[in-house]
């Protein structure tokens, strides 16, 4: 929590050594995910082979949760390299072996998976059949945290896709399961782009709403946020009609971050 995470990965590879010295295989693969979990995006050949010894380790002692765990930061690492057709059986296997273990939460992180790379693939079908399943499960099992996140990404894609009214619905669930004290930064994600797509609807008042409560969380800290709450804002200034307050508030916008 406080950034240091060279330090943690050595306490961590520590354990995972007097993990193995006492035949405690379980703990081994717990802390060495953890220790793939900090690896910085610059290693992902080390963390690669990382992954392959949890596996291994997996395979070898039927730890079926760690390795849901093990495939599911593979596929996530494929993600990250854009080869979401190689992901695709990273989380298929991880699915299988959190369903087997009776881990919810790591089946239902998987199925939401495969649905943002058959999203990124071109077969929304399919990525909105299995977000919805994510959905369903997560919110059965009260998983507050990955539910939140499911409704996010399900939104984001109808509204790319034209869906306004679906899209603007499922932000509303994402917005209602955010704490805007414990995650500022994603509160005034979600209500941007909520904002965003209330604009276009021309549910100005409301949008005006979220966005100025957006901009009063983030407190000017993130330029990318700021210039996407004053591109809001212009938008609003527009569709009112306030022509010359919306291009100003668009040149504040273009100038507000690279």
Known sequence: REGRDTDARALLSAAAAAAHGHADYELEADSQLLVAAYAPSTEDEQTKKLIDGILELGEAHNLRYQMAAALLNLGLLRIHQSRFGAAIPNFEQAAQSAKQSGATLLYSIALGNLATCYYSLGDFDRALDLRKQAIAIQDRAGLTTPLRDSYLELGSSQLIQGNTQKGIENLRHALALVNAEDAPELYSLIATNLASALETTGALDEAERLNQSAATVNKGSDLEMKAALLLNQA??????????????????????SK
């Open 235 to 256: 938008a609003i200034a527009e569709h009112r009609g306030q022509h010359e307050i919306a291009v100003n508030t668009y040149l504040k916008a273009i100038s507000a």
